[in-house]
């Protein structure tokens, strides 16, 4: 019985989810240097502006009206049918997003949702009452099945609501608030570069400092941000010798950490990077697989405007629950928009269809009428008969 209901509710589910789409989604990349925005309605349209210095200081926003109008200038340069019914996932630089990996027992399947909550409490690293935090299930944990291993993510309010506060502002839903460690992984996984059972080590340079990024079985474990200042020095110019040194130290220090708390190596390291210091790099790091990217072809814009809203696995979303209820809102409103255009389309094909039969009927009968009239004023063969009977006579 239990299974015919779970059958009954899938099949519910899946109806629902055909008649109500997949609302358009853009992944909006926000950072120090730059603003970037990747259509997600798979023409993968892509704008991206450099920030004048100020807007956005350490990953938190310092200007809001400078944003805005830089957002006002980003949506102006997006195609008329991109702008149409946009509704935003937003994702955040990793600078400031605590994340934290725990396993649960699988006893508390059922009642996952409550105990993930409880444990993120106890393991919080910011005080709960100012910060946005969420779970996601992971795809490692025990391979036997004695435990369920999920992935808790943590940022200050104050953060989060700078930005969106100013992208509603801008006239721009938010259907989502995430990080670019995450983003970033997602868009790996889309693309096939990283495989189940392999880790990997993923290191995005930008203007602003390096991002490191752990994943295992195509999910994001640790990620850490270290800005140039710390590199170079407050105020100095950046040294290639300098730069390499230290991406060489984190390199070893986290390849350790992922040994010292799941064991084996770093089997792999991504960088997503300009041709700047490729070369160096090789160098380097030559006794490690390398894979490089360009910014342009793997950025975290692109891995948030995949995400999906309506699929049954759960994903992290730092936004609030009041933002939140303002996209649902705004979702409903959409739902019952496109069923009313197409219930008044609906019936006015049919009001087409009707009049149209109406005068066909209406013609053919007067056709009929015509031709029923003329064959009653014509004179039938019986009489013609008897007419040409008395003429011979």
Known sequence: MQNLNQNLFGRIKRLLVLISPQPPLAGLEVSDSTIRLVDGRGNSKQVSLHLPPGIIEGGRLKNREGFKAVLKELYRRLPSKTRKHLNVVLTIPANDVFIQTFTLPPLVAGNLEET????LQMVSPLNLKQSYYDWQRMGGGDPAGKTIELLGAFVLREIVDGFVQALEEAGLNIAAVEFTSLSLIRELRRQGRIEPGQSYLVVEVKPEGITF??????Q????????????????????TKDFINALTGEVNTISNFYGAHWGGAVSNLIFITSRDFQDEIKEALEERPLTFFDPEELNSAAGAASRSLLQETKEISLLGASYLEIFKQNQILSFVSLWRSILIAAFGFLF???????LFLRQLAQRTEAATTLNLNQPSHKELAELEGKASE
Do not use: C, Q, Y
Not at 213 to 218: D, G, K, P, T
Not at 352 to 358: K, P, R, V
């Open 116 to 119: 993930a909550e409880l444990n």
């Open 213 to 218: 990024i752990l994943a295992r079985n195509s």
């Open 220 to 239: 994001l474990l640790f990620h850490s941000f270290t800005p140039w200042g710390t590199i170079a020095g407050e105020g100095k110019a950046i040294v």
């Open 352 to 358: 087409l269809l009707s009049l149209g039969a109406d």
